[in-house]
């Protein structure tokens, strides 16, 4: 049944909102995810409630039938909500799990309008992505700039920017985000940028894509992103060896040697510590030198799955049970922070117990045959991007993480093309 509405009115709204609202909510939201989470989510906000209202005005038969038509996929990648919607009819946390669902909550109208509306998403890609793209290179800029100048007032050298007060988190912390998602957005930039670069129809404009990446490469390695150099890294080897490059694999694989070289002869032991030592490969702890226990940590999550193992203690009530594991191992740290399961396939198996595990599994299934079947680099890497930093993060647990998802939901189903034009 269609909203009647003038159509004076709805020709007016269409056009206020197809050129005013929804391409420049979007892209403005997208610039904002390296810098600010709050103008993100709030510019987000205002794109798929217009984006919603206009499809409404227009053709709500529409949205409805394709919603059933594709009704599986859509239930797969609304998951995430669905089964934190089944842990609060069970959970010991109501106003946790409440606040959960609300930062899940846009995917259920956001993912049916993807597949109502992909050419809309298809249009506007790259535009997406270079506005990310250049939201990471003025995150970079901001984070250098208050760097060098408390370097500057102290009389340091450029030098101290790899020491511990201004690199990793401290770094991160100049725009207030977490350092693996800064480094994802990071990473992801850079590998489009080269992308564009091997696309480009000049050597001018490849010079700039190249120019652009070389600096966000040297911010992410100032940020020590541990996860996003090594999807990074990965990501690209694989592209050349697709593309049959084989001097580029040589010259990646020879930067990476020379990196890790450089990072274990220096003096000073921060860069050691956070990019190998503390991954525990090379040494153990030390007073010197201190060991990143997250995947030790992961045992916590894995007995609290154990004591609930079908369905688990609910929607955000995983916690105290976590931490009790926390305090037996003695784990001041965790403790304290009260961290998260830092992965986010033992987030859902601790926190939904086997339910959440197939879900998460089941999203990642549809993910990576559904990015190759667009045939699109790009998509597949954001695929793997996204399965590397959910073995390090609970990456749905966090809005960057969620807006993150939603990126990649864009360029995947915005490249199937499926044929239903809004404009």
Same mark, same amino acid.
């Given at each position: 049944?269609?909203?009647?509405?003038?159509?004076?009115?709805?020709?007016?709204?269409?056009?206020?909102?197809?050129?005013?609202?929804?391409?420049?909510?979007?892209?403005?939201?997208?610039? &904002?995810?390296?810098?600010?989470?709050?103008?993100?989510?709030?510019?987000?906000?205002? &794109?798929?409630?217009?984006?919603?209202?206009?499809?409404?005005?227009?053709?709500?038969?529409?949205?409805?039938?394709?919603?059933?038509?594709?009704?599986?996929?859509?239930?797969?990648?609304?998951?995430?909500?669905?089964?934190?919607?089944?842990?609060?009819? !069970?959970?010991?946390?109501?106003?946790?799990?409440?606040?959960?669902?609300?930062?899940?909550?846009?995917?259920?109208?956001?993912?049916?309008?993807?597949?109502?509306?992909?050419?809309?998403?298809?249009?506007?890609?790259?535009?997406?992505?270079?506005?990310?793209?250049?939201?990471?290179?003025?995150?970079?800029?901001?984070?250098?700039?208050?760097?060098?100048?408390?370097?500057?007032?102290?009389?340091?050298?450029?030098?101290?920017?790899?020491?511990?007060?201004?690199?990793?988190?401290?770094?991160?912390?100049?725009?207030?985000?977490?350092?693996?998602?800064?480094?994802?957005?990071?990473?992801?930039?850079?590998?489009?940028?080269?992308?564009?670069?091997?696309?480009?129809?000049?050597?001018?404009?490849?010079?700039?894509?190249?120019?652009?990446?070389?600096?966000?490469?040297?911010?992410?390695?100032?940020?020590?992103?541990?996860?996003?150099?090594?999807?990074?890294?990965?990501?690209?080897?694989?592209?050349?060896?697709?593309?049959?490059?084989?001097?580029?694999?040589?010259?990646?694989?020879?930067?990476?040697?020379?990196?890790?070289?450089?990072?274990?002869?220096?003096?000073?032991?921060?860069?050691?510590?956070?990019?190998?030592?503390?991954?525990?490969?090379?040494?153990?702890?030390?007073?010197?030198?201190?060991?990143?226990?997250?995947?030790?940590?992961?045992?916590?999550?894995?007995?609290?799955?154990?004591?609930?193992?079908?369905?688990?203690?609910?929607?955000?009530?995983?916690?105290?049970?976590?931490?009790?594991?926390?305090?037996?191992?003695?784990?001041?740290?965790?403790?304290?922070?009260?961290?998260?399961?830092?992965?986010?396939?033992?987030?859902?198996?601790?926190?939904?117990?086997?339910?959440?595990?197939?879900?998460?599994?089941?999203?990642?299934?549809?993910?990576?045959?559904?990015?190759?079947?667009?045939?699109?680099?790009?998509?597949?890497?954001?695929?793997?991007?996204?399965?590397?930093?959910?073995?390090?993060?609970?990456?749905?647990?966090?809005?960057?993480?969620?807006?993150? !998802?939603?990126?990649?939901?864009?360029?995947?189903?915005?490249?199937?093309?499926?044929?239903?034009?809004?404009?």
């Amino acid at each position: 049944m269609r909203i009647y509405i003038s159509q004076q009115i709805k020709d007016l709204y269409n056009k206020f909102i197809s050129y005013l609202v929804l391409k420049w909510a979007l892209l403005l939201s997208v610039f &904002f995810l390296p810098l600010n989470l709050f103008l993100n989510n709030l510019l987000f906000t205002v &794109f798929f409630v217009g984006l919603l209202l206009k499809i409404l005005f227009n053709d709500t038969p529409g949205i409805i039938k394709s919603t059933f038509q594709n009704y599986i996929v859509i239930l797969i990648l609304c998951s995430p909500f669905i089964v934190s919607l089944v842990g609060v009819f !069970y959970t010991a946390n109501l106003p946790g799990a409440f606040k959960d669902l609300g930062r899940l909550f846009p995917l259920l109208i956001v993912i049916p309008l993807v597949f109502y509306t992909p050419l809309f998403f298809h249009k506007i890609l790259n535009k997406m992505l270079y506005t990310l793209s250049l939201g990471s290179l003025l995150a970079a800029f901001i984070c250098w700039a208050i760097s060098l100048l408390e370097i500057y007032h102290a009389n340091g050298t450029i030098n101290d920017l790899f020491t511990q007060p201004y690199a990793y988190h401290f770094l991160s912390g100049r725009v207030g985000v977490h350092t693996p998602y800064l480094g994802l957005f990071v990473s992801v930039s850079i590998f489009y940028l080269l992308l564009k670069a091997f696309e480009a129809s000049s050597k001018k404009r490849t010079l700039i894509h190249l120019i652009w990446a070389s600096i966000l490469f040297l911010f992410l390695l100032n940020l020590l992103a541990r996860t996003a150099l090594i999807s990074l890294s990965l990501g690209l080897v694989a592209f050349f060896l697709y593309r049959r490059k084989y001097i580029l694999v040589f010259a990646v694989m020879a930067a990476i040697a020379s990196l890790a070289t450089i990072v274990y002869v220096q003096e000073q032991n921060f860069l050691r510590d956070r990019l190998l030592n503390s991954i525990n490969i090379f040494e153990e702890q030390t007073i010197f030198s201190k060991k990143d226990d997250r995947f030790h940590r992961f045992k916590a999550s894995i007995e609290v799955f154990k004591e609930f193992p079908l369905l688990g203690p609910g929607t955000a009530s995983e916690d105290p049970y976590r931490k009790a594991v926390y305090y037996d191992n003695r784990d001041s740290e965790a403790y304290n922070e009260n961290y998260n399961a830092h992965n986010q396939f033992l987030e859902y198996l601790s926190t939904f117990g086997i339910l959440g595990g197939v879900t998460f599994l089941w999203i990642i299934y549809v993910l990576l045959k559904d990015s190759f079947g667009t045939k699109d680099v790009f998509s597949v890497f954001l695929v793997f991007s996204f399965i590397m930093a959910s073995l390090t993060e609970s990456v749905l647990e966090r809005s960057w993480g969620i807006s993150f !998802y939603l990126l990649l939901l864009f360029c995947i189903y915005g490249n199937k093309l499926i044929p239903n034009e809004m404009d």
